[in-house]
C-alpha cells in the first residue's frame, strides 16, 4: 500500500484523482501495490464531491502523517509549493510534481534534499505535460552527449500562431480566440512573453547539461511582435513561426534563448500544430529524436504525474539519482550566439534599397510577396548575434531605406 | 567497475565500441562507475583494429568469467544467440540485446530468468534503434490502458515509399536504389515483405498490454505491391502510403497488423519521411504521443544499447520488473477488424461503373486523376475487413468492371 496526498485540487488536482480512479486496476499492477488517496488539500470546501472525506485544510495533517509516501503538489507557483515540498521530502517523503516554477528554480536543491532522505524528487509532469521527456532526458538518452534542444514547449503561443497562420488572423484576434476556448489564461503574460517556455527549457537543459542553468538568465522573446505580414511572407517561403525553446552548443558554450523562429517545411517541429507540443534532442551518437504531445491539458498531465506516482512506489526507500548540480552554467550572451534571419524591410526604391542591403550582407537570399509591394525581405547567411543588431542599425539609417519593419531568426 | 562483453563485431557490436570510447566521461558520470570492455566475441579475426586484445572466439571465456558483469549480445538471429543469453542470465550476469527476433519470440521467458537471477534483460535497441521507446512504454506511460499503437518502424520500407512518391520512381527502383545505398540487405524480403515490422510490434503491443503476442498470428503485409499509380492517387489525396505496424483495441479483442496504409496529410506519421522512425502510441488518459527519430543505423542503435548498458549498470543485483507475460494474447483474426478503404478499380463505362459501386457501398467518396483515365479510386465507410472482402469479389464479378487493381486501407 502506497498512501498518497495530493496538495491543491484544481485542473491537475483533480485530473490526479480522475486517473487514479479510471485506471486504478492497471495502475495497481503497474506500481506493484495500491494507490491510496488519503488526503487532499485545498483551501476551499468541495461539498458533495467524492474527496470531500479526505480533504483537509492544514498541511501539517499530511506532513505529520507518517503513511503517507508521497506527496503530489499540484498547486503551482514558488509559495507556499516550496516550503510544503522541502519539508515532505526532510520527513521522508517522496514528492510528485508538476510544478515548473518550482522545478525551474530549487530543482537541484530539491533533488539534493531527496537523495539525503532516499526519497525521491520527481517532475515528469513540469515539462510538455504528458509527453515523457523529463524521465527519456535522464534514463534513455544518457549514451550521448547532447548538442541541441528545440522544444515547442506551450500550447497557447503555438495554438496563437496555428490560427495566425491558417486563418489570416491577427494577433489579438487569435489570442482573444485563445482565450475564449480556455486555451489562454485571463492574464496570458506567462505564455505569450515566453516565461513558462523559458521555464521549461531551463529544466531541460539543465537535465543535459548536469549543471543548473538558471532561466533569469535566458533570453526570452514573445510572440507578441509577430504579425499577420510575417506570416504572410513566412508561407511565401513555405515556413512556419514557432515559439522556440533552444538550447544549443557553439564550441564550448551554450547559447539558450526563448525565441519565435521561422522553421523550413522538413524540420521535424514544422508539423506540430495547435496545442501540441514537440521536443528535438540532438545527441552526438543518437542523431535527432522528437517526442511529440498534448503539452497540457488535465488528463494529459496527471499522466504524467501518475507515472511519476508509480514511479515513486516502486523505488520506495531508494533514491534514483539525477544529474543536476547545484553549479550554475555560465550561458553564452545572445549577442554571441549564431543564427539565420529573415529580415523585412520597407524601401523607397527597390534597385537602391536592394543594392544597400546587399553592401551590407555578404550574401541575402530575397522574397516578395504581392500582398505588400513596398517592402521587401530577406534572409542571410548565419550571422552572430552582435553582428546582425549592428547592420541592422545600419539599414534602419541609410536613405533608401524607410524602416526595418521586422527580424525574425530562421532555422530550416 | 563493471566489465561487459559484446557479442558480435558487426555494425551494432562496433558502434558500441565506438559510442563507449566517443563519450567515455560522460557515460562512466551516468553510470557512476567505470564500464569497462573485457572481451569481444566474433569468430573473425580482426588484426590491428583496436578490439584485437579483447576479441576471443569461445563463448566460454566469458561466461565462465564471473568479473564480467553486463554481456551485450549484438548477433542477431535465434541461435546461437538464445543459448548465449540465456546462460549469462542464468550465470547472474545482465544482457543487453538489439535483436529484436530474440525478443519477440523468447522475451518474456528471458526476462522471467533475469528476474529469478536479481539481474536484467534489457532491449532498448530491438525497437526503433536509437529512438527510446521500450524505457517510455514501461516506465513513463504507466498511468495510461494503452489502445492503439502505430509505427513506421522498418526505415529500408519507408525510404523506399518515400522514394516512390517524391521522384515517382517505380517499387524495383527504388529497392534498388535502396540496396545501392546499404539502406537496403541484398535479400530485403525481411524488410518488404513486412516482416521485420512484424516483430517490431508484437514486442510493443506485449509490453503495452503485458501479455505475450505471437508474431507469428499477426496479419502481415508487405509493400511489394504498392505501385507508382497509387502514389499517384494517394498524391490527388493529400495523403502519403506508410507501412505502419498496427495494434488497435477494437471492444475487448485487439487487432493486430503490419500494413501499408494511406495516411491522411494531418495524421502525425505522415511528416515521417525516409529512413527515419516513428511510434504513436495512443493511452486514454495521456491522449496521443509520438517518439520519432532514426530507427535503425550503426550510431543511433549503439546510442541505444550503450543506454541499457548504463542502466544495467546502475541497477546491479536489482530487477527492473517489466510486465510481460508468458501467456499468450489472443488476437482478433484480421477479418473481423474494422478500416476505411481505398479502392482502385478499372471500368469499361464510368457512368455504369459508379453505379455499381454505389450499390455495393452505401457511401464513397470519389478520386479521379488525369494520369489515369479509365480507372477510378474510391474511398469507403469504416467496414469490417471481411465484408470488404465480399464486396471486392461482388465488384470483380460485375460485368461493368474490368479488374479492382488495388485495395489499401486508409486513415486520416
Redesign the interface.
Known sequence: MAKIAILGYGTVGSGVVE?LK??QI??N????TDIELKYVLDLREFPGSSIEHVLTHDYMDILQDDEVDIVVEVMGGIEPAYTFVKQALERGKSVVTSNKELVAKHGPHLLEIAKEHYVNFLF?ASVGG???II??LN???????IYEIEGILNGTTNYILSKMKDEGLDFDVALKEAQDLGFAERNPESDIEGHDTCRKIAILSSLAF?WHVDYENIYTEGITKITQKDMVYAKAMGMDIKLLGRCKKEGDQVCLAVIPMLIGA?H?L??V?GVFNAILIK????????????GA?K??T??????D???AS?HKGKNI?V?WSMKKMKLMPITDGHFNYFIRVKLHQEKEGRAVIEKTFSHVEWVQVEEDPNSIGFITDTIREGDITINIEKLSKSEEIIAVESMIRLER
Open positions: 486517473v479510471t485506471n492497471s495502475i499492477r503497474r506500481a506493484e515528469e504528458g509527453i515523457p524521465r527519456p534514463q534513455s538518452l544518457t549514451a550521448d552527449e548536469g522538413n521535424p514544422n508539423n500544430h545527441g552526438n551518437v543518437i542523431g535527432d529524436v522528437m517526442f511529440y504531445g498534448a491539458g488528463l494529459p496527471a499522466s504524467a504525474v501518475v507515472a506516482i508509480i514511479d516502486k539519482i544529474q
